[in-house]
C-alpha cells in the first residue's frame, strides 16, 4: 500500500508493522537544516473518544493561532499509534505544514515520561523558535517537565499571544484575574501553555496538505495508576456551559430551591461561593474559587455573590458573566458583561415567571 | 519516613486589596492555600520516628509560614533567603528548590508541595523541580494514605478518580484537602520557635549567581496592567422593566459572547 503522507524515507511508503527506522537512521535521511531553528511547534493533542484519533478543539485554536504569527512553518507534534496518521491529515487542514508523529502502540494514553522524552529529542532536533501547548491536565505536566529538561523558561496558562519579530509576547492573567502580564522568554524555543478557549477555532482549509514524519519511540518507564474509578457525579462542573452560581446574597433556601428550579429548566449547572458551603447549603464540590473549581462556561450566572477575589479565580474565565447583586459596587459588577442591580429573590421570582409563561404559551 | 515540604508564602490579596496595579508590598501574608493542603497531608501521614522538613524560598518575613508549618508539627526547617534569590521565575526557582534538595535532603523519601500558587504561578514549580531532581511526580493529588512503606494518593482527572501506589523518591503536588482545620498539639505550638529553622543563603547550595533570582531567570515581566474591565459591560436595574429578564434569557440561551 502506497501512503503518500509519509516522507519518512525516499521510499514514502507505508511498511508493513510500522517504521522500524531508528531516530538517527531517520535523521540522515531526510533534510532537518529545513526546519532548523524556525517555525514555531505545537502539541498536537488528540481525541479518541470515538475510536478514532481526532484533534482536540484545542489543537486546532493553537495550530490556527501559530499560522497567524507570521509565514513562519509550523510544526506539530503528535503522539499516538499508528491510526493517530489520520489526525495528522486533520492537522494540515487547520494550518500544520509538517506533523512529527512520534509513534507507539500505547501512547493513545497520555504518558507524561514518554510524552516529555519525546517532545524534548524532536525539539532539540528541529530547534523550533516557539513551542506552544494547551494548558490541559496533560499539557500542564508536560510543558514545565520539558522546560526543566531542556533548561528553559515556560509562561503557563497564557490568554494571549502574539508574535513580533519573532519574539513571542505571552499575555496570562495574575493574582487572581486582577492583573495581566506580559512575559517575553529570554531562551529558546519560546515556551507557553495556553488556556483552552483562548483563541478561535480557525477555517478549515480542505486539502491542505503537508508532511508527516514518523519517529518511532519506546515508551520511558512510567508510573500508572493502581485503579481508576469513575468519579462521581457533580464533577463535570468544569465541563458545563451554562452555570448558575448562588453566594450569601441568596439569602434563604426557598430562593435556592428557586435557583434549582431554574437551572433545571435551563440545562444549568448549580454552583456556589464559599459562603453558601459554610452554611451548609451545598456541597463543597460545587464550590467555585481558589480553593473551589475552576469554571470557564459560556454563561456564569452569579446570584448575590459579591465578587471577592478568591471566587474571581475560579469563574474570571467564563466567556460572559451576569450578576445580580444589590450592591452597586459589588466587586462582581465590575467583571460583568451583565449587571443587574436589584434582589435577587424578586430576580428569581420574575425568571421562573417568565419561564412557566413561555411553557405555557407553547402548549 | 522523611517528608519535604515546599511551601509559599503569598501575600494575602483578601486583606491589602491592590492599587494602581502594584501588589503592596510588606502587607499581610499567609501560606499559600494549597500549602496548606500539603502541610496537612504531611502531618497527616506522619508516625513516629518519621520526619517532615519545610522549605521555603522568600523574603524574611516567609519565616512566619515556617513557623506555621512548625507549630503544625514539621521537625525542621529550612529557609532559603537572599537577595541574590529575588526575581525568580518559575525557572529559577525550581532551580533553587532543587539544589537544596539535592545538596542538603537527598535522604528524602517524598517531597509534598501545594500545586499552585495563589499570587501567580501556575502549578510549573512541582512539575520542574521534580524533572530537575528527576524523580516521578503525581499532581492534583487530595488523598493521602501509607500502606507497607509506600505512599498512596488520590487524585482526579477527566472524570476518573486515579489512585497511585508511588514507591520512595516521587513528588506530589496536592490541590485540595480533606482535613484543613488541623489544629496543632500543645507541644509543637509552644516548642516550635525552638524548632531547627535554618537560614540558606546561595552560597549555602551549589548555585551560582547567574542562575538564579533574577539573573537566573529565563521569562520577564514586560508590562502588567490591571484588568479593571474587560469586559463591555451593560448595568441594568431590576426595577419595574423586564427587559433585565429578556436580556439575561437571551445571553443565557445564545451562550455566546
Ligand atoms: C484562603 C481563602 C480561600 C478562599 N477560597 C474561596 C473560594 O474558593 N471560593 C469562594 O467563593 N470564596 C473563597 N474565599 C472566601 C472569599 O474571600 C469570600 O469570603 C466569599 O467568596 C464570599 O462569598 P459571597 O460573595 O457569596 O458572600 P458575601 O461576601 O456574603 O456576599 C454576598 C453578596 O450578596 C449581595 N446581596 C446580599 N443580599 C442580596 C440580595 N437580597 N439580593 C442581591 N444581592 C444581595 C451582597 O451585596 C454581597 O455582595 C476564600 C477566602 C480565603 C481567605
Redesign the interface.
Known amino acids: 500500500m502506497k501512503d503518500d503522507s509519509c516522507s519518512t524515507c525516499p521510499t514514502k511508503s507505508s511498511c508493513a508493522g510500522g517504521c522500524q527506522r531508528s531516530e538517527a537512521e531517520l535523521a540522515e535521511m531526510y533534510d532537518l537544516e529545513a526546519d532548523m531553528s524556525e517555525g514555531h511547534m505545537i502539541w498536537v493533542e488528540l481525541d479518541y473518544t470515538e475510536g478514532n484519533p481526532t484533534l482536540k478543539d484545542v489543537s486546532k485554536q493553537l495550530l490556527g493561532k501559530a499560522r497567524s504569527f507570521d509565514d513562519q512553518r509550523v510544526i506539530g507534534i503528535l503522539f499516538g499509534p499508528e491510526s493517530a496518521r489520520n489526525a495528522a491529515r486533520e492537522a494540515f487542514s487547520y494550518g500544520a505544514d509538517t506533523i512529527y508523529h512520534v509513534r507507539h502502540n500505547s501512547f493513545t494514553d497520555f504518558h507524561?515520561?514518554s510524552f516529555?522524552a519525546g517532545l524534548t529529542a524532536v525539539v532539540e532536533r528541529v530547534k523550533p523558535n516557539t513551542l506552544i501547548l494547551a494548558?490541559s491536565?496533560e499539557g500542564?505536566?508536560l510543558?514545565?517537565?520539558t522546560?526543566?529538561?531542556m533548561?528553559?523558561?515556560?509562561?503557563?496558562?497564557c490568554t494571549d499571544l502574539e508574535m513580533d519579530k519573532g519574539v513571542l509576547?505571552m499575555t496570562?492573567?495574575?493574582?487572581?484575574?486582577?492583573?495581566?502580564?506580559?512575559?517575553?522568554?529570554?531562551?529558546r524555543p519560546q515556551m507557553a501553555t495556553v488556556r483552552p478557549g483562548a483563541f478561535p477555532l480557525p477555517e478549515v482549509e480542505e486539502g491542505r496538505r503537508g508532511t508527516v514524519i514518523n519517529w518511532p519511540m519506546n515508551p520511558a518507564p512510567?508510573?500508572?495508576?493502581?485503579?481508576?474509578?469513575?468519579?462521581e457525579e457533580g464533577?463535570?462542573l468544569t465541563d458545563a456551559?451554562?452555570i448558575i452560581s448562588v453566594g450569601g446574597g441568596i439569602g434563604n433556601l426557598r430562593n435556592l430551591e428557586m435557583a434549582k428550579e431554574i437551572a433545571d429548566k435551563?440545562g444549568?449547572e448549580m454552583a456556589c461561593s464559599r459562603n453558601v458551603v459554610e452554611k451548609g447549603w451545598m456541597e463543597q464540590d460545587r464550590q467555585v474559587g481558589?480553593?473551589g473549581n475552576v469554571v470557564k462556561p459560556?454563561?456564569y450566572?452569579a446570584l448575590g455573590i459579591s465578587g471577592?477575589?478568591?471566587h474571581q479565580?475560579g469563574m474570571s474565565g467564563s466567556?460572559?458573566?451576569?450578576a445580580?447583586n444589590n450592591d452597586p459596587d459589588a466587586a462582581i459588577?465590575?467583571?460583568?458583561?451583565?449587571?443587574?442591580?436589584?434582589?435577587v429573590g424578586?430576580?428569581l421570582q420574575?425568571?421562573l415567571k417568565?419561564l412557566d409563561e413561555e411553557k405555557a404559551a407553547e402548549i | 519516613m522523611r517528608i519535604l515540604l515546599l511551601v509559599k508564602q503569598v501575600p494575602d490579596?483578601?486583606v491589602s486589596g491592590?492599587e494602581d496595579?502594584k501588589?503592596p508590598r510588606g502587607g499581610p501574608s499567609v501560606l499559600n492555600?494549597q500549602c496548606e493542603y500539603a502541610l496537612d497531608a504531611a502531618i497527616g501521614l506522619k508516625e513516629d520516628g518519621d520526619e517532615v522538613v519545610a522549605v521555603c524560598m522568600g523574603p524574611p518575613s516567609a519565616r512566619e509560614s515556617l513557623f506555621r508549618c512548625l507549630e503544625l508539627g514539621a521537625d525542621r526547617a529550612y529557609h532559603l533567603c537572599d537577595p541574590d534569590f529575588a526575581g525568580s521565575?518559575?525557572?529559577a526557582t525550581?532551580k533553587t528548590l532543587a539544589r537544596l534538595v539535592t545538596d542538603k535532603e537527598s535522604d528524602f523519601d517524598y517531597i509534598l508541595c501545594g500545586q499552585r500558587a495563589?499570587?501567580?504561578?501556575?502549578?510549573?514549580?512541582?512539575?520542574?523541580v521534580?524533572?530537575?531532581i528527576g524523580i516521578?511526580?503525581?499532581?492534583?493529588c487530595y488523598r493521602f494514605s501509607r500502606e507497607k512503606g509506600s505512599l498512596?494518593v488520590w487524585r482526579?482527572?477527566?472524570?476518573?478518580?486515579?489512585?497511585?501506589?508511588?514507591e520512595p523518591k516521587?513528588l506530589v503536588a496536592v490541590e485540595?484537602g480533606c482535613n484543613v482545620h488541623r489544629l496543632p498539639s500543645i507541644s509543637d505550638f509552644l516548642g516550635a520557635r525552638k524548632k531547627d529553622l535554618m537560614t540558606i543563603s546561595r552560597t549555602d547550595i551549589s548555585i551560582e549567581r547567574e542562575e538564579c533570582g533574577l539573573n537566573g531567570?529565563?521569562?520577564?515581566?514586560?508590562?502588567?496592567?490591571?484588568?479593571?474591565?474587560?469586559?463591555?459591560?451593560?448595568?441594568?436595574?431590576?426595577?419595574d422593566t423586564?427587559f433585565?429578564?429578556d436580556?439575561?434569557?437571551e445571553?443565557?440561551r445564545r451562550?455566546?459572547?
Open positions: 507524561l515520561e516529555t494548558a491536565d500542564r505536566e510543558g514545565p517537565r522546560a526543566a529538561r533548561g528553559v523558561g515556560i509562561t503557563a496558562d509576547r496570562r492573567p495574575t493574582f487572581g484575574g486582577k492583573l495581566m502580564a506580559t512575559i517575553l522568554s529570554n531562551t512510567s508510573i500508572e495508576p493502581l485503579e481508576s474509578v469513575a468519579a464533577a463535570c456551559e451554562l435551563l444549568a481558589q480553593t459560556k454563561v450566572l471577592a477575589v478568591q479565580t466567556q460572559r458573566i451576569i445580580i459588577h465590575q467583571i460583568a458583561n451583565v449587571s443587574i442591580i436589584g434582589d424578586e430576580f420574575r425568571l417568565r | 490579596v483578601s491592590m496595579g501588589v492555600p521565575d518559575v525557572w525550581a495563589a499570587d501567580g504561578e501556575t502549578g510549573q514549580v512541582p512539575s520542574m521534580a524533572e530537575l516521578p511526580q503525581v499532581v492534583g498512596h482526579e482527572r477527566s472524570g476518573w478518580i486515579e489512585r497511585f501506589e508511588l516521587a485540595k531567570s529565563h521569562t520577564v515581566v514586560k508590562k502588567v496592567h490591571v484588568l479593571t474591565s474587560s469586559r463591555e459591560g451593560i448595568k441594568l436595574h431590576l426595577d423586564s433585565a429578564i436580556t439575561v434569557l445571553a443565557v451562550r455566546e459572547p
